[in-house]
């Protein structure tokens, strides 16, 4: 891990704005946090404590200054079957179990592999959250007692209230820009309606968010190999999704600050957090990219905006939690709305004409399986999807130049990669018993990419061998002759040939010395 500078970038006019943008992710955490706890049949203290200490963890230690992390929806689906089949005490060791394994992904630096993941799934996922995000808010439209969907009155004043709140946001960021505007929307909409007191959803209506101080907590579980065997899978799938989630929200605030961020730091962080929130009464969390987006599009860059908005969080809960619970959830879901218009690659609908189909085709399939499914398992299909296409493309890439040398051998001259893909095709390119007596095949450009390229080397050279001919292999590269090595008796060739040329060169000393 690197070192950790907290005073980094911190200037009096950037402590106030990360102080209040800190703030302002607190007040739109409250909500989502009680929501996934809903989510995962846990009280919704389970999830603020996660989003409490899960945030505080990673906003102090972890590779993204700037971003925010919490409870999150895509791991509270997950969770659900397990609270309801074992209970909640499984839950907390399972989250403990889901950190250690996060820790083990960090110290053996897996998270560079995220940079495998294609821009076009990048592009998905982007997407895919954003639409996500926006089906999410659309159940605050739902009557809190009865469950049913606002019509009439109540419905038009939660769409005035959340639409005032998206304008006063627009505005206010064009013209104020000594504080954050989501924060300023909340408040003038929450005074809006308390002072006219207007009988809209709040806060409150959800759950009550008052309560005390995390307190250390052992899950109570047995400690044997059958508690093990029910909740290894969970904490693997949960650490999955948690890493998946995080290196690619901070791959995307990396991109908006034009700042670079630490994937293996940022795997430590999260699995630490998770750990602490294990044993104390958390439901566990990943990085939030609908809050990360609040806090850097209300001027966020430290980590101190991070660690404001934990704190925050946690002195609603023990301190301000009535007057938290009368901010209307109209507000709430105009900042989200919002952040979907923000978070959302407009752009990507702009250039899906001029893209090739494969990228548009994967980038439709990832937003999609985000929606459908969850993002893991639309990171795992974009990236196995992109692979496939690549590999295709790349198999036909691989061609030859066919000659005769001056000692009237035929000399074959590839060009491209030989790998399980190309196999076929440089099998076809060989007639064996049209050939001369004598076979030259220059690898120069070539490279071979795995042992079925091996394999096929070998095949050829058995086929020459049978039809009596004599094979050269030139120019093969050094990590080619290595692997020829490894292979030992799995592979023997006829002849391995490496021409040595001789290089003139004009020596002003020579010259002088003629």
Known sequence: MTSINFTKGLTLGQTKTDTLSG????????????????????????????????????????????????????????????????????????????????????????????????????????????????????????????????SGMPLLMMLGLAFLTMATIWGASKYIKAFPAPLLAILAVSLLVIGLGLDVPRVGDLASIKGGLPIFHIPEVPLDLEMLKIIFPYSLILAAIGLIESLLTLNLVSELTETSGGASQECVAQGTSNIVTGFFGGMGGCAMIGQSMININSGGRTRLSGISAALFLLIFILFASNLIEQIPLAALVGVMFMVVIGTFAWSSLRIMHKIPVSDAIVLCLVSAVTVISDLAVAVVVGVIVSALVFAWKASKRIGVEHSLDTHGSEVYKLHGPLFFSSVETFHDIFKCNEASQDVVVDFLDCRVWDHSGIQAIDALAVRYKKAGKTLHLRHLSKDCRKLLKRAGNLVEVSIIEDPQYGIAVDYPEANKAS
Do not use: C
């Open 23 to 150: 703030l302002t992710v607190a007040l739109a955490l409250v909500p989502e946090a009680v929501a996934f706890a809903f989510v995962a049949q846990v009280h919704p203290l389970v999830g603020l404590y996660a989003a409490f200490i899960v945030g505080l963890i990673t906003a102090v230690f972890g590779g993204r200054p700037g971003m925010i992390s919490g409870a999150t929806g895509a791991l509270a689906v997950v969770m659900v079957s397990l609270v309801v089949t074992h209970g909640v005490e499984y839950l907390f060791a399972t989250v403990v179990l889901m950190g250690i394994l996060q820790v083990l992904a960090g110290i053996l630096r897996l998270g560079k592999f995220i940079r495998m993941v294609p821009h076009p799934v990048m592009l998905g996922f982007v997407n895919g959250l954003a639409i996500v995000i926006f089906l999410a808010q659309l159940t605050q439209f739902k009557d809190v007692n009865t469950g049913l969907w606002l």
